[in-house]
């Protein structure tokens, strides 16, 4: 794995366009500059990597559009120390870019071939981010509660076990849709075990959140 040069000019580049789309939180910015985006993509198609796109990964999901990554990132604004639930670690990505913006990361994915490649990685980046293999709807009881909790799926609506390991005070960010293609980008914040603020932003379109607890 080799980081060269230009794969920092095109990182710096991604910055511009992302700056242009409205991401302006430095930490969100200074980990997606630092990270190499291409080192979670198969090599062959190592050039689409800074390309403000989705792009396939294997066991056809995808790895989010550096935006999507940026946006979310933005809406959980993550602290030194928080300790983020990421529901969907696919490539990896999303997880690692929250490491290195300080927080203590959990990621649970629910395909065998992902969950090991990315723990390859993150081992090979000398990243510290707990993972498990199962059904993310159901959160990780074990490791409750939670500072923060990002879906990096699509579902169809908040999955109750995930609101109830947030901590009071804590954040939920999720896209939910009526159909498997296109969800609003919801933020929840945790006022008590009843009470809660929704804010919804913009569309997005997510593969689907397949569990118990989702589709
Ligand atoms: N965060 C990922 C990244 O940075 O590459 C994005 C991955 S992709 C958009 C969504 C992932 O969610 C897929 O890898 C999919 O297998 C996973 N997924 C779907 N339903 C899940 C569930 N119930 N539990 C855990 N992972 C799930």
Request: aromatic share 8%.
């Amino acid at each position: 794995m080799q980081d060269t040069p230009r794969h920092k000019g095109l990182r710096v580049k991604l910055i511009e366009s992302l700056r242009n789309k409205g991401i302006n939180n430095e930490n969100v910015i200074q980990a997606i500059l630092n990270l190499p985006r291409h080192y979670f993509i198969a090599k062959e198609f190592e050039h689409f990597a800074y390309q403000d796109t989705p792009f396939a990964i294997d066991a056809g999901q995808t790895i989010s559009q550096p935006f999507t990554v940026a946006f979310q990132t933005q809406l959980i604004n993550p602290q030194n120390n928080d300790k983020i639930l990421e529901i969907g670690t696919g490539s990896g990505y999303q997880a690692a870019i929250l490491s290195i913006c300080g927080a203590s990361v959990f990621s649970i994915e629910r395909i065998d071939v992902l969950h090991h490649k990315s723990n390859k990685l993150f081992k090979h980046l000398a990243l510290n981010i707990k993972t498990k293999l199962g059904d993310g709807t159901l959160g990780w009881k074990e490791e409750a509660p939670f500072d923060k909790i990002l879906v990096t799926a699509g579902a169809p609506k908040v999955p109750p076990a995930l609101f109830n390991q947030l901590s009071i005070g804590g954040i939920l960010v999720i896209p939910v849709g009526k159909t498997s293609e296109s969800q609003k980008m919801v933020r929840i914040t945790k006022k008590s075990n009843k009470n809660y603020i929704t804010e919804i932003f913009d569309n997005f379109s997510f593969v689907p959140l397949i569990g118990e607890q989702g589709w």
